[in-house]
């Protein structure tokens, strides 16, 4: 009977961390989203971590990288309408646009090459983001190529980062002749389950690195004296256990939240724990919070803010409709003029006011807002599995690309290019 039930919970298990074409949106909602309060909460959260931050700096003399994130966060706290805030702008038609063709590419995987799986309409290839008072730099293939020499980037996080990740190294090869001089360093095939990929661009000795952690904590077996519906659990207070991989990095980008969603965890028998004690009732806000304050004392203990700069990327929204029993996905061929509210969410609402507390420096890469414009740039229909339509992830080239253009911004080096 044990030994039945650990293998049904085996198949669960599995089924949870193997099911990435379920990703819903999430279901947690707040009465108002009035941005206001939050706003000037993210904004007073800034200044008191900017004058805390720059205290610690007098103190500790920290260098040059940790000085260009104060820096980025003085231009996000000032509102006099000269300053460059990354994250606000709108999308415009650039025929310069896509930064490479994904069918070149040996990192695209088949379910994000959307011309490939025939999807016809090119027009959601062409948009850039244009930030109000800034530009984006024009991606310099070469100059990020030699910024990232010696050095190893890596991103944690769910499918989410699996994108971005592959998108990064799209990018990057248009500048490498050699193809073959970048390659997985295990031989690894990209799927969905798979826990680490790290791809190594030889001639300049740097790898690009995905580990597979979609709730960051980590997710174990249920204890042995629990209710019966409860099959595994999330130990709220530990980190996942690949996370010393994760310390000596130059560059760490991380994400979480399309995961934490009802069917994906009490929907599969996953419930919360908190040292030995099973916590049932908690809600899942609480729970990603949690979560979120285990990783942030991970991160201030474990990272050197001297060696790596941490971010953390916030929501992708998804753009499905109709109600939870029959979930559609209606697809534009052009970005909303509107955000239709998905420019929010409690998710990214968190990773602020979680971030603002820590003493290691961490970058929110706050693309919920530009993603909620591009319904059009979803997988939709046009994935590998050709029956089932996909409103969360996203196409290859697409809005991924955007977010690494936007990670090259805030990366030491390129402010300055930024002007108009
Ligand atoms: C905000 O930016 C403007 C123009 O760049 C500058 O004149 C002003 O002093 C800045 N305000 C603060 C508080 O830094
Ligand atoms: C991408 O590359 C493939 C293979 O080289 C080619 O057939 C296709 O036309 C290219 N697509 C675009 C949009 O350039
Ligand atoms: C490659 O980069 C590593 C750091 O990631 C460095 O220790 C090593 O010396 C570099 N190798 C060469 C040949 O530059
Ligand atoms: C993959 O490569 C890394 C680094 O080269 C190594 O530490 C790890 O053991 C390898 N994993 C597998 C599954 O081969
Ligand atoms: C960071 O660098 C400063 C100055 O070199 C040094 O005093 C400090 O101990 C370093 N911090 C860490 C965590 O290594
Ligand atoms: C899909 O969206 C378009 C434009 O938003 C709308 O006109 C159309 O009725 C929608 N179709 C369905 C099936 O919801
Ligand atoms: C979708 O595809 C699967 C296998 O790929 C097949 O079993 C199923 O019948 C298909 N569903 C529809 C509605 O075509």
């Not at 991160?299 to 001297?306: E, F, Q, S």
């Amino acid at each position: 009977m044990s030994s039945l039930s650990r293998t049904a919970s085996l198949k669960q298990r599995t089924q949870i961390v193997g099911s990435p074409r379920a990703v819903a949106s999430p279901r947690i909602t707040r009465k108002s989203w009035n941005s206001g309060p939050v706003l000037i909460g993210v904004v007073i959260g800034l200044v008191v971590s900017f004058f805390l931050a720059v205290g610690l700096r007098y103190l500790y003399v920290l260098p040059s990288l940790t000085q260009a994130f104060h820096d980025d966060s003085v231009s996000h706290l000032n509102d006099s309408g000269n300053s460059c805030d990354v994250f606000d702008g709108n999308w415009v038609l650039d025929y310069r646009y896509p930064l490479y063709n994904a069918s070149e590419c040996p990192f695209v995987e088949q379910g994000f090459n959307c011309l490939e799986n025939g999807r016809m309409d090119k027009e959601y290839l062409k948009w850039r983001w244009k930030p109000k008072n800034c530009d984006i730099p024009r991606f310099n293939v070469m100059s990020i190529l030699e910024m990232f020499r010696n050095r190893r980037i890596v991103f944690v996080g769910d499918s989410m980062s699996r994108t971005q990740w592959e998108s990064l190294i799209c990018m990057l090869m248009t500048g490498v002749e050699d193809k073959r001089s970048v390659y997985e360093v295990n031989g690894s095939k990209i799927t969905k389950q798979i826990r680490f990929l790290g791809v190594r661009f030889s001639s300049f000795n740097f790898t690009i690195e995905f580990y597979r952690s979609v709730f960051l904590v980590q997710h174990s077996w249920a204890p042995k004296r629990g209710p019966k519906r409860v099959r595994s659990t999330l130990k709220l207070d530990e980190l996942d256990d690949i996370s010393d991989e994760w310390i000596n990095t130059d560059v760490l980008i991380f994400n979480s939240g399309q995961w934490w969603v009802p069917g994906k965890l009490f929907g599969t028998g996953c419930y919360f724990q908190i040292g030995n004690s099973l916590k049932l009732g908690m809600s899942i806000g609480t729970a990603f919070r949690t979560a979120l304050g285990t990783w942030s004392s991970w991160v201030d203990t474990m990272i050197n803010p001297n060696r790596t700069r941490v971010f953390f990327r916030t929501f992708e929204p998804s753009h499905w409709s109709g109600d939870e029993t029959l979930r559609l996905c209606n697809m534009t061929s052009q970005p909303l003029s509107e955000t239709e509210g998905k420019d929010s969410s409690p998710f990214s609402d968190t990773v602020f006011d979680v971030v603002k507390n820590m003493a290691v420096p961490v970058t929110v890469l706050h693309i919920t807002p530009l993603s909620a414009f591009r319904r059009d740039a979803h997988v939709g229909i046009w994935s590998d599995k050709p029956n089932m339509s996909d409103c969360s992830h996203w196409c290859l080239p697409g809005v991924p690309d955007i977010w690494n253009e936007i990670l090259f911004q805030l990366l030491p080096g390129f402010k300055d290019a930024s002007s108009e």
